[in-house]
């Protein structure tokens, strides 16, 4: 009798392995729900490309707006996409969970033309029960038009402030100044049930502690539902990195300042009634944000206009980024794709990795078990310690964050998704832009 090497007992004398199903039944539970033949529900998010003036700091796909027929004109094919992509799919009774029209600054729209958005919407999909999130800037939207998104569902705004000091603003090239803020913050809080919540940048050109600190002080008085800091990046499509390759001067804080500025950031928001929702966004009242709980888990969305990206059945997808190519392609009824990457089960680990388990406070360990099989922390054990160690988390047996984990969220996930990657296989992939 052979023995069998690999699972040290004796190799079988009869050829009884058949296989039919994995694990075998009697793992099985007994469950006679029928939720399985209801629909998946799925995201929707809807890009307007225009906007009063080009920020120097943007990286965004958004132009400067010529005139309103410019908007006419690309609503017109706008729906004519939400069209194709139903004759391609029955979505109309696939519930959405939420719907995210960004840009650009789609608070720019005219009731007129955002109405003839969310009816195409409705013709194609069922938009009731709906988390719907409306993209603005101050000063581009009057009570007429809260009041015209209030009737379509709209129920989250989020406002782009970036900073509450003047002088960072306009050298950032922004039309806005504080007063204009403030005065856009309280005509949306007049309205009651509709979330608002405001992007503040952090490490902005011209940026000091003080102008900073202001910043946080003035956005956690002004009692908006939300506060978002995202870190300033000089990406290369934008006008202060092509000054910097001018030798322009601009006056970026260093590396360190930024994370003072945070460090002042969640030390005021730790005393104040503001709680982190993700690394990177705090909820005065537990509100949560659906379409990035959902995206960032990796739900279905489908991606309408210009340079959208969607994500459907594991195949994350961009459509164009060329405005002529993209009404070209509407024109001849094609669908306006760019390009797609088809998620593997260990990119959509790494996904999760970086983008659930380091940054939402929601995500527990159980939810990675129950999706993927296995305990991260106890898989990768010495990348857990190293961050224990490093007080970054608080223990190694769960990712509870530390101030300091809070801060350096992103680093986190990469540690762990480097450490995967080192387990299970090197990619041709890299962390880094
Ligand atoms: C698509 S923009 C729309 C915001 C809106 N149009 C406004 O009034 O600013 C969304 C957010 O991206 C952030 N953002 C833009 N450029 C950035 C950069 N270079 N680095 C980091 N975040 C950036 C800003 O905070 C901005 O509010
Ligand atoms: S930050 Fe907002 S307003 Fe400024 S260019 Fe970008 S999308 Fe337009």
New binding site residues.
Partial sequence: MLKNEVFGGQAPETREEFYTNYPLYRYWSVNKSDDLFSSTPINIYIHIPF?VQI?E????R?EKIKSQNDIDNYIESLCKEIALVGSRKNYSNTPVNSIYI??????LLKPKQFQKIVDTLRKFHDISSAEFTL????G?FNKEKIESYLENGVNRI?????SFDDKVLRMSN?T?VQKLVFNSIELLQDYNGLVVNI???SGLVGDTYKSFSHTVEEAIKSKVDAI?F??????AN?A?YQKSLRNDKIELPTEQQEIEFMEFALESLKASEYDMWTTFAFTRNGYKHTYIEKTWRGDDCIAYGVSSFGSLSGMSYQNTNDLTNYTDCINKNVLPLYRQHKLSLKDMIVKELLLCVARLKSYEKTEFVNKFGFDYCEFLSKEMEYLCANGFIHNTNDLELTTKGILFGDYIGKVLAEGFKEKVGRDKYQLLY
């Fill in positions: 906007c920020c700091f943007c990286y965004y958004t960004g840009g650009g600054t789609p608070s993209e603005t800037a101050a581009t989020s406002m782009g402030v970036q922004r806005h992007d503040i940048l978002t995202y870190k300033f990046k000089t990406y934008t202060f």
